[in-house]
């Protein structure tokens, strides 16, 4: 983490200094926030021209109360200074479009790249903003959707589980006998069964462990849609990751949208109807395996600083420290 991220609080046991005191001096006299160009707009809007490149990622985080920003970085820097071209308030298109629009157009027509979520609004901004770029939807999301439509069936099963579970003791209650749930040959029982399988389910099969393995055997005979649904999951992994060739790679999510169709889950529809809607964005990864990889870390170096000062209380101030560190 950059030094600069750091609280008046962390200085305390090594400095012997009141850290809410050495934030009010920071803030007041030693630094020159008072005098910063953006203040007056922060909370709104910051903007950095300078810190544009050819290769952007847009993306969202929640700043403070849940308050949302929609944040555009420079991929070269790499996180560092000058990562940071516009933190805008909000995410609307309607909001955005005019404050990106600040920005040379011979500097935003210089783009040649932007990776985005499936957002129609990040769409729009980017088509508007930097109409000589090349959008590319971020395959983590993608796959994300296909995890949570996984998971989605999994939990299903398991609160069916809980549900019977409930119901037999209830049962043994009424009849004065005492309850003995059944085990697999692992020691599961059925709910343990389903909800220890979470994480195996995120893994490929290489990966497992011999307890996974064996609780994938025992998972997947007794739930063959969740097996079903895994392979399609993992199949969408591995266009992404093993294929180089945009042609082939159109043809397989070809083959992995009929899949999906044949398999008539209705937790997969969204991801299908993504792919259907937005293939040619999707494609686009195959140019240059290019991901929104960079604007999620950036959104974890903000929440890690957000946590180092256990809290923004004063938005303002937290703004003018992150325009210092990476505008």
């Not at 195996?200 to 990966?207: D, E, G, I, R, T």
């Not at 609780?215 to 005979?221: G, M, V, W």
Request: with cysteine; proline share 2%.
């Amino acid at each position: 983490m950059d030094n600069y991220a750091i609280s008046g609080r962390s200085l305390e046991k090594h400095y012997y200094v009141n850290g809410d005191q050495f934030n009010r001096q920071y803030k007041n006299y030693l630094s020159d926030y008072n005098q910063w160009d953006q203040k007056s707009h922060a909370q709104d809007w910051m903007l950095f021209p300078n810190n544009m490149g050819e290769y952007l990622s847009i993306d969202e985080t929640a700043l403070s109360n849940g308050e949302l920003y929609t944040i555009l970085t420079n991929k070269a820097a790499k996180g560092q200074k000058g990562s940071l071209v516009a933190m805008i308030k909000g995410t609307n298109s309607e909001t955005i479009i005019p404050i990106l629009k600040q920005i040379p157009e011979t500097k935003r027509k210089k783009v040649k790249e932007v990776t985005l979520d499936m957002a129609s609004s990040m769409n729009l901004i980017i088509s508007i903003c930097f109409p000589k770029s090349v959008k590319v939807i971020d395959r983590f999301h993608l796959q994300k959707l296909a995890y949570d439509a996984l998971q989605e069936i999994r939990i299903k099963h398991r609160w069916k589980a809980i549900d019977e579970e409930t119901n037999a003791i209830q049962n043994a209650k009424y009849d004065r006998t005492s309850y003995t749930p059944f085990r697999f040959e692992n020691g599961d029982t059925k709910k343990q069964l389903l909800a220890r399988s979470r994480y195996l389910l995120f893994k490929s099969a290489n990966n497992w462990t011999e307890s996974q393995k064996a609780r994938a055997k025992i998972l997947f005979a007794q739930y063959p849609d969740i097996q079903k649904a895994y392979n399609l999951t993992h199949s969408l992994r591995l266009i992404f990751s093993k294929t180089k060739d945009k042609g082939v790679a159109f043809t397989k999510l070809a083959h992995w949208y009929n899949k999906v169709t044949d398999s008539e889950f209705n937790s997969f529809n969204s991801i299908s109807a993504t792919i259907y809607s937005h293939y040619r964005e999707v494609l686009n990864f195959f140019d240059n395996r290019s991901t929104n990889a960079s604007a999620e870390s950036f959104n974890a170096k903000l929440k890690f600083f957000r946590e180092s000062l256990r809290g923004v209380s004063d938005i303002n101030f937290f703004l003018f420290r992150v325009a210092k560190i990476y505008g």
